[in-house]
């Protein structure tokens, strides 16, 4: 029987069952609307589940209460109590089915981190591909104009560089040269083609050319190398050889670049450097010796010759005191060219023409000498015009220079006098040319050495081209020779037009 001590309690617990009931199915409700407006959001869902795990726990307790306060009031407690353990294992259950569900979604909840994360990189990574798309033909035209410039660029250094730049395979094929490489190995010859000839065809010394590539292999590089390279016509040059090797073109293979600088001119002044210091210290020091030789000599003529007045013509101490004379007069003409060589005077210059005083020498040859089977030829320059000149001194050049052809070509053979204008500035240039044997290499760099001769002992003094470049080099000019065995001997003599002392 209900009491009225226990009707607020019997009203608390069925009125709050109910209302449990009412508010869980509301918020069942409100869970399922926010759910279905956006089933994408993992927190709707969740939110649904709980709420129908809680749904299921508030209908089951209120229900069982509800029950109880019925059989309760009906006084049948006895089912109650039978009735009781299967609510509490449907509470219990109900517990279990939120709780499954809360851990359930703590795991959906990381994946839906993780799917969120993912989600922004691939909308950034859209968002990009979009702007590439949209941008690709201007992005693709401005990486154009900057491939464009820098190509521009570097094939202007590889084509306007005044040293030789050349790419060749690893075998040493030639792929691509400069204009300044062809220049330089094609010189004069015309309709060559240098791209894909061997490189090592145009080394002097095969072994430098395997030497440079077994560095350049075994290092990746070689800096200023000197060997010795050639023309396609044979003549050869001194060049500093840089290399590197290139693994970047790949459709061509490995790759080896070389720059190439020509330092023969730079050889060659070095060594006529060298020459003049070479000459002007033997210069002082043949000046000294003349000097002190010159006086005795004067003396020892000078008796000579009183003796030679005293003597008999047809008696041998006049012959013995004749030959006396003889030699001292040779050491006094050696003494006086020791000294022209030394001497720094300047020169008595007039204005000449060239061609009368080479006429002139070839003449007295011509005269006073043997002239056996020797022909000369001349060959002139009509545009050349008259010439400031020491008219003796330039004799005395060509003299001794036709004469050592001569000496050269022996009882037969041809000198050649080539003469021609120089341009800017002008200058005239004159080659003495024979066909004889020529000169050793070994010799060739002291052929303007003072009482340096090839001639027998007794047929020369090693003076006469000594004092030559002496004469030149005071006129302004410059004299050199070109020769090697067996094919003969060019020299040649530049004088400014003009003529000045140096």
Request: hydrophobic share 40%; charged share 25%; proline share 3%.
């Amino acid at each position: 029987m209900m009491t009225v001590s226990t009707i607020p309690i019997w009203v608390v617990d069925i009125g709050g069952s109910i209302l449990m009931i009412v508010l869980s199915l509301s918020c069942l409700r409100l869970a399922y609307d926010l759910r279905r407006k956006d089933r994408t959001n993992v927190i709707w869902t969740y939110l649904l589940w709980v709420c129908c795990a809680l749904t299921l726990f508030a209908v089951s307790r209120s229900a069982g209460h509800i029950l109880k306060q019925i059989l309760i009031f009906s006084g049948q407690r006895g089912v109650w109590d039978v009735i009781r353990p299967v609510s509490g294992g449907l509470n219990t259950f109900a517990f279990i089915v939120v709780a499954s569900v809360t851990l359930f979604f703590q795991q959906t909840w990381t994946i839906y981190h993780t799917i969120e994360n993912d989600r922004s990189a691939l909308q950034r990574a859209r968002d990009e591909l979009l702007y590439l798309n949209q941008n690709l033909e201007n992005l693709v035209a401005e990486r154009t104009r900057e491939l464009g410039h820098s190509e521009k660029k570097y094939r202007r250094i590889f084509e306007t560089s005044r040293d030789m730049i050349l790419v060749t395979a690893v075998d040493g094929t030639i792929l691509d040269l400069n204009p300044m490489g062809r220049e330089t190995l094609v010189r004069k010859a015309t309709g060559l083609e240098i791209v894909g000839q061997p490189f090592q065809t145009f080394f002097a010394q095969t072994i430098d050319w395997d030497n440079l590539l077994r560095e350049v292999s075994s290092k990746g590089f070689v800096s200023n190398a000197e060997v010795e390279l050639r023309h396609v016509d044979g003549s050869s040059f001194r060049a500093l050889v840089s290399a590197g090797q290139d693994r970047a073109l790949a459709e061509e293979g490995e790759a080896i670049h070389f720059l190439v600088k020509d330092i023969e001119e730079r050889r060659l002044m070095e060594k006529q450097m060298a020459q003049a210091d070479k000459l002007a210290s033997i210069g002082e020091f043949s000046a000294g010796i003349a000097h002190e030789i010159n006086n005795p000599l004067g003396v020892i003529l000078g008796y000579t010759q009183l003796l030679i007045r005293r003597e008999d013509e047809n008696s041998e101490r006049y012959t013995d005191l004749k030959t006396i004379e003889k030699h001292v007069r040779n050491c006094k003409t050696i003494v006086e060219d020791l000294l022209n060589f030394a001497r720094s005077s300047p020169t008595r210059k007039d204005q000449v023409h060239l061609h009368d005083i080479i006429d002139d020498v070839i003449h007295f040859i011509q005269h006073h000498s043997r002239k056996g089977g020797l022909t000369i030829q001349k060959t002139y320059d009509g545009t050349l015009p008259p010439m400031v000149l020491d008219e003796k001194k330039v004799k005395q050049v060509f003299m001794n220079l036709i004469m050592n052809a001569k000496h050269a070509v022996g009882k037969s053979g041809t000198v050649r006098l080539t003469t021609r204008l120089l341009d800017d500035p002008k200058r005239a240039e004159v080659e003495v040319a024979d066909d004889g044997y020529g000169i050793e290499k070994k010799n060739l760099s002291r052929i303007f050495d003072p009482f340096f001769t090839t001639k027998p002992t007794g047929e020369g003094t090693g003076l006469g081209l000594s004092v030559s470049y002496g004469i030149i080099k005071k006129h302004g000019g410059d004299i050199h020779v070109d020769s090697s065995p067996g094919a003969g001997t060019v020299f040649t003599v530049v004088l400014p037009i003009n003529g000045r002392d140096t």
